[in-house]
């Protein structure tokens, strides 16, 4: 296991959602500080809170942005490129995974009261997201990240 799946491993044991982890280990690089990245990612966790998007990719996506997105509006090769990488890591997740969906990953739709204790009384985040979150970040690292 690298360094960055290590610290993103231990951020999101200390509290920090899936998304906000993964953007930890990436942010300071690519030009962010490490607090304004993780208020930026704080409403994706547990995908966007209901069970959409797993908040690991949205996290790994915001990483493609800060690094390789369009920064002006006539900036069309870096908006192409920044699309296309993303496209690039929703494949190879959902190669590994079968979905980018947080209730499919978890298996239980949090978006509803019974889906949430359902899933804390079964730990499932602990269970399932520490490899999703560990996957993420590899993903980006064997992209060049």
Do not use: P, W
């Amino acid at each position: 296991m690298t360094e960055k799946q290590e610290s993103a491993l231990a951020c999101f044991g200390r509290g920090l959602n899936c998304s906000q982890a993964v953007v930890s280990v990436f942010c300071e690089e690519y030009g962010l500080d490490k607090t304004t990245a993780l208020k930026l990612a704080c409403g994706l966790g547990g995908g966007f809170r209901s069970g959409e998007v797993c908040g690991a990719v949205s996290g790994a996506i915001l990483i493609i942005g800060l690094k390789d997105g369009q920064g002006t509006a006539e900036d069309t090769v870096s908006k192409a490129s920044c699309y296309a990488k993303t496209e690039e890591f929703i494949k190879a997740f959902k190669q590994k995974h079968d979905t980018i969906l947080c209730r499919e990953i978890i298996g239980f739709d949090i978006s509803t009261e019974e889906g949430k204790k359902l899933s804390q009384d079964k730990s499932i985040f602990r269970a399932k997201c520490d490899e999703v979150v560990r996957s993420a970040v590899c993903l980006l690292e064997d992209s060049g990240y």
